[in-house]
């Protein structure tokens, strides 16, 4: 990497939402949705659903849960055993902005 740092931290079997971050580790709530790789937990579905319709996003959903699966089962299925997030640093504003990047970071 020719800047900056990556971590990688393994969070286990812990299910947070991307969201609200409510934590649905030891939950057996059912629901919820994958909006592209973000997970969307029960609690928050409803109003996510209705700003989805509302800007035609529906195509944006990933996935569900299968019929009676919780949302922490549905996460950790959906993780496949890879349960790490990388989060990468960088020195400067210039260094983000590097020109193998562009300006929008993608």
Not at 53 to 59: A, S, W
Not at 84 to 94: H, L
């Amino acid at each position: 990497m020719p800047y900056g740092a990556e971590i990688i931290i393994d969070i286990g079997d812990t299910v947070l939402c991307d969201f609200c971050n409510e934590d649905f580790t030891n939950s057996d709530a059912l629901g919820g949705l994958l909006f592209q790789s973000k997970g969307v937990c029960p609690t928050c579905e409803p109003e996510f659903m209705a700003n989805v319709k509302k800007h035609g996003e529906e195509r944006f959903i990933r996935d569900k849960p299968l019929e009676f699966e919780s949302f922490r089962a549905f996460i950790l299925r959906i993780r496949g055993g890879n349960n790490t997030v990388t989060v990468t640093t960088f020195n400067t504003e210039e260094d983000y902005n590097h020109e193998d990047r562009g300006k929008d970071g993608g």
